[in-house]
């Protein structure tokens, strides 16, 4: 049983689509994830990487209300994160003026 495994091949799925500047489909494979995470009851961690990418999706489509929601939402995990899990520079900085917080280098 790899149910577990769902949600990262819909994070894979979502990433492609942005590689392809789909960003629709990008948003779409994302909350699929998030729902597939919600279904199988797995661990509120396993949810940081969609909701970081549902926050640069909607930031990407100027939707600046949800992106803010999915950057919080990803934002309670921040403390437990390091910046080497976290993404480029110009991420972590778009991260920090809408979140208002500091990732930690451990």
């Given at each position: 049983?790899?149910?577990?495994?769902?949600?990262?091949?819909?994070?894979?799925?979502?990433d492609?689509?942005?590689?392809?500047?789909?960003l629709?489909?990008?948003?779409s494979?994302?909350?699929?994830?998030?729902?597939?995470?919600?279904?199988?009851r797995?661990?509120?961690?396993?949810k940081?990487?969609v909701?970081?990418g549902?926050?640069q999706?909607?930031?990407?489509?100027?939707d600046?209300?949800?992106?803010n929601?999915y950057?919080?939402?990803a934002?309670?995990?921040?403390d437990?994160?390091?910046?080497?899990?976290?993404?480029?520079i110009?991420?972590?900085?778009e991260?920090?003026i809408?979140?208002g917080?500091?990732?930690?280098?451990?």
């Amino acid at each position: 049983k790899r149910l577990h495994l769902l949600p990262d091949i819909c994070i894979n799925m979502a990433d492609a689509c942005l590689h392809r500047s789909d960003l629709a489909h990008t948003a779409s494979y994302y909350r699929r994830a998030l729902f597939l995470c919600d279904s199988l009851r797995l661990s509120e961690h396993t949810k940081f990487p969609v909701y970081y990418g549902l926050g640069q999706t909607y930031m990407d489509l100027r939707d600046f209300d949800l992106s803010n929601h999915y950057y919080e939402l990803a934002g309670k995990f921040f403390d437990e994160m390091n910046v080497e899990n976290v993404g480029p520079i110009s991420t972590i900085a778009e991260i920090i003026i809408i979140t208002g917080r500091i990732i930690r280098k451990h």
